[in-house]
């Protein structure tokens, strides 16, 4: 039996972004530079910030449904973004990445309050998993190891779910019990009581007010400091942490050695 390599990668692609892909097109592949590639990776971002994090479902009832045609605006503007980001980069990512994640929140809000849902249940942390997703996946793409793309993958961020943030806090206790105002209002990091890491669709961008508990930009710094004698970035190491951390959370023994 002879095996069609392409009708394989076809059904591959097709399974992982939902894409309608002809297995008899002359390129069987998915571009970073492609918009319409890049909406598909935004659409599956979605369903991993999505279902999970929302008081109700997108279609709990008629009077309670998320507008399609809302989303699909909301999306379409985000891989503009994206596009234009991996066409003509920016001179400041953080910045470009901070705006992404407040365009999404922000938007997101409206569209959950023209619902009657809840507004606030548009938070960054959920901004910040389909932002992160989206480049995490467009990091399999068949183009994204190109030199000129690939270096605009170099400053992404790592994103935050539970996984990720239970190492995290694996070796961050250490840092906090360390910290100086910590020692002296005896604060613990733990994973229950007062103190502790929040999850990740409820994170803040950063600390407001008299609260010391790691937000998003705290944690993402200290990822960066924590691998930066590695010759790793955060989204390449992002691949390997995930992994192991699931591999030990899902573990009986809970026995296992982080790479990084």
């Not at 407001?208 to 508990?213: A, H």
Request: hydrophobic share 35%; with cysteine; aromatic share 14%.
């Amino acid at each position: 039996m002879e095996y069609n390599a392409k009708y394989a990668a076809a059904f591959k692609l097709g399974m992982m972004f939902e894409k309608d892909i002809d297995p008899n097109a002359e390129t069987i592949a998915m571009s970073v530079k492609n918009p319409d590639d890049i909406l598909c990776a935004i659409k599956k971002a979605y369903l991993d910030m999505s279902p999970r994090t929302l008081q109700n479902n997108d279609s709990l009832s008629q009077n309670h449904e998320i507008s399609k045609n809302g989303k699909e605006e909301l999306f379409k503007s985000l891989a503009e973004r994206f596009s234009d980001y991996m066409e003509n980069g920016t001179d400041d990512f953080e910045k470009w990445h901070n705006e992404t994640c407040l365009l999404f929140k922000n938007e997101f809000a409206k569209l959950l309050a023209e619902a009657n849902k809840n507004a606030s249940d548009s938070t960054y942390g959920k901004a910040q998993k389909i932002v992160n997703m989206t480049f995490k996946y467009m990091y399999c793409f068949d183009d994204a190891y190109m030199d000129e793309n690939i270096v605009k993958f170099e400053p992404c961020h790592m994103a935050l779910d539970s996984y990720i943030l239970n190492w995290f806090f694996s070796w961050y206790k250490e840092i906090w019990d360390n910290i100086e105002n910590n020692k002296k209002a005896k604060r613990k990091l733990t994973r229950s009581g007062k103190y502790h890491l929040p999850v990740w669709s409820h994170l803040e961008y950063e600390t407001n007010g008299n609260s010391t508990i790691p937000q998003y930009k705290e944690i993402q710094k200290a990822i960066t400091e924590r691998l930066k004698n590695n010759n790793i970035s955060r989204i390449e190491a992002e691949f390997v942490i995930w992994y192991e951390s699931k591999k030990y959370w899902n573990s009986e023994d809970k026995k296992i050695h982080y790479t990084y």
